[in-house]
């Protein structure tokens, strides 16, 4: 008997294809474990029909979903907005404890369960809203299947539309058998998830009070007065202290500053750096590399230096230049808000080229340690000042030229600038090693959740 082998035929029973098309046909088995019994996802989630018409004079709380299984959150921080200002009128309430996902973010591990301080909030239909059947299934233990790789991956097969918008079909999720063991097995399973997860947690708790630390040691280092609360406003009349201005000014613009030392000399960052400096590249042959740098290789705020990824071909009008030693700053929300800046190192030819969304911050004179003034640049409460200067519409707004340059800065002696950039690595370098023990713990977990349901 000779074996047939099609090069262009992909051959599935029926009772395989939880969905008549081609594209869930040719769906490969996602490999969970013979272990438990399987059930169809659709057979303990029924879909939410609680529907309102979304009223202009009243306020409404909104939700948005994390990816990797980030959680389920408020929207705008938590501010609520008037239904004037929302553009879909008709929305779907949530409620606690509801299995809520991301149809566009769903390839992205955008799944959650709402929490209790989001119930009666609303999202459009981008996010589908299911009621749980809790005496088949724990909406944790869903959770964590549906966030899995092997389910990631099926998520993304099943999606579809343009490159950005691309969005689960939602029979096809319904469909999916995933395992099921009993509740006592499940909660086994998630006790057990659990007790590596609060490790990660607790880490993830450290790391948020990392900022707070560093600006209070840069500020009282400094002598940088903390801020003081809103300026009181009473009708048209705006209270403003002497001693906080520079010069007289109508709109405020000539405070001293978010960060004006009452110890050391105040300069503008304009004049003791060089912000956007032109850079000539010497002519390239074709076959030499660069440095190219793209505005998503940026690392977080413990990063000190950029990676090399290598571009041998570049428009010179269309990217804004660098070289070794040079902070890049972002200065488009949101990556200006996430403190994404860096000082890059270890450049191919020592320069390269990248993202127009930063600015290039060069130093010019040995009293300047670059590192101190990335120490200001990255302060929450720099990045918060720069906020209120955001120029351009509502999803491109970016700090002007002019904050930089004019931003007061202090500049203490060269071996203070050093001393605090030192101790300031020093906290974020530790606070790295809390985040990779978190890491560790959570990526532990995950392992052993997936070696459980996987065969």
């Not at 239909?125 to 009621?131: A, C, G, I, K, S």
């Not at 840069?218 to 002598?223: D, E, G, N, Y």
């Amino acid at each position: 008997m000779v074996n047939m082998i099609y090069k262009y035929l992909h051959l599935a029973n029926y009772k395989d294809i939880p969905n008549w098309s081609v594209q869930y046909a040719d769906e490969e088995n996602l490999g969970f474990t013979k272990k438990y019994p399987m059930a169809r996802i659709g057979s303990f989630l029924v879909k939410s029909k609680d529907i309102i018409e979304v009223e202009d004079d009243v306020e409404y709380k909104q939700v948005t979903i994390k990816i990797n299984n980030g959680g389920v959150v408020p929207r705008n921080n938590g501010e609520t907005i008037l239904g004037s200002k929302i553009g879909t009128k008709r929305q779907h309430v949530v409620h606690a404890g509801q299995f809520i996902m991301s149809k566009i973010d769903a390839r992205n591990g955008a799944y959650g369960i709402v929490p209790a301080e989001l119930e009666g909030a609303i999202v459009t239909n981008d996010f589908p809203v299911f009621d749980v059947d809790t005496s088949k299934i724990i909406p944790q233990f869903l959770v964590l299947v549906s966030t899995t790789e092997k389910f990631v991956e099926f998520a993304r097969k099943c999606s579809s539309g343009t490159t950005n918008r691309k969005r689960i079909d939602i029979e096809a999720f319904l469909n999916q058998l995933i395992p099921l063991p009993s509740i006592e097995e499940q909660e086994k399973i998630l006790k057990d998830y659990y007790i590596n997860y609060e490790a990660f947690r607790k880490s993830q708790i450290e790391i948020d009070k990392t900022k707070s630390i560093v600006e209070r040691y840069v500020f009282s280092t400094l002598s940088i007065p903390q801020k003081e609360s809103e300026n009181k406003n009473d009708g048209f009349i705006k209270f403003q202290r002497f001693s906080k201005l520079l010069s007289w000014s109508v709109n405020g613009s000539c405070k001293k500053g978010i960060l004006y030392s009452t110890m050391y000399e105040n300069k503008l960052l304009g004049e003791i750096v060089a912000i956007n400096p032109q850079t000539s590249f010497r002519h390239l042959k074709n076959e030499e590399m660069i440095s190219f740098i793209p505005m998503q290789s940026i690392s977080d705020e413990f990063a000190c230096w950029v990676g090399n990824d290598q571009c041998s071909v570049y428009d010179s009008k269309g990217y804004t230049k660098f070289k070794d030693g040079d902070l890049l700053w972002a200065k488009i929300t949101p990556c200006m808000q996430n403190g994404k800046s860096a000082i890059v190192q270890n450049l191919t030819n020592g320069f390269g080229c990248g993202s127009t969304e930063f600015y290039v911050i060069r130093n010019l004179t040995i009293r300047i340690d670059l590192r101190f003034i990335h120490c200001l640049l990255r302060l929450e409460a720099l990045l918060n000042d720069a906020t209120k200067h955001f120029t351009g519409s509502a999803g491109q707004q970016r700090v002007p030229l002019s904050y930089l340059k004019n931003l007061l800065v202090p500049v203490p002696p060269i071996d203070i600038q050093k001393e605090i950039a030192n101790h300031v690595q020093k906290i974020y370098d530790d606070a790295e090693k809390v985040k990779m023990k978190g890491l560790k713990s959570i990526n532990e977990a995950e392992h052993r959740f997936e070696q459980l349901i996987f065969g």
